[in-house]
């Protein structure tokens, strides 16, 4: 609304100062409203900036800080192959324990979830245990610093849903202020082809060239 309001203003300024003389001391109507119009319109378009955004719940900024709705972002510059099919845990397996007791992190272990200890001990890739350890971070961050978000953890399931698309799902839980149990889940899917990586040259894109791929 407010833009729409600014540009009829702009539009009246004529009608509103018809003065003809050029000279500063005779315009003081037009050259006022010219400065605010172009100050807000400063100030405007720096509120559509990121820097200015507004932020979102805390397990909302965890997954967007990672893979962001809008441009590529962590995972989307990594590249499909280095997301490792699995399920993995944000906590360590010592903080599995503390927070769910030795016999439920027993049944999770048994059904495959890979606690961040492990996967760091495995090495199996270091751009994925990098992501891995800005989700952990991320977690920890809020729940340090955010009243609603506490005991917090996450999952992040990667599956392959068809031979060349991976499903990538954020599963994180947390205790609100009051106490009360809550989880946020969202689901990306990323194709092998995608050229999200390739925009920041992190792959060999010499085959186009060659009218053939490597």
Known sequence: ILPGVLLVLLMLIPYLDPNPSRRVRDRKIAIISGIVAGVVMIIWSWMGTPQYAVQGAPAVEVVQELMPEEGAGHVREM???HLLIGSYMSLTTDEMIKQFGQEETDRLLSTGVVPFDVLEEEGKDAEFIELMHEYRQSIIH????????????GYLNIT????????????IHYLSAEGVEDQFIRNFWLHENSMYWEQYGLRDMSYLSNGEEE
């Open 79 to 81: 590249g499909f192959h």
């Open 142 to 153: 809020f729940d340090e610093t955010k009243a609603d978000f506490n005991a917090a953890y």
């Open 160 to 171: 392959l849903d068809q031979p060349r698309l991976k499903r990538i799902n954020w599963n």
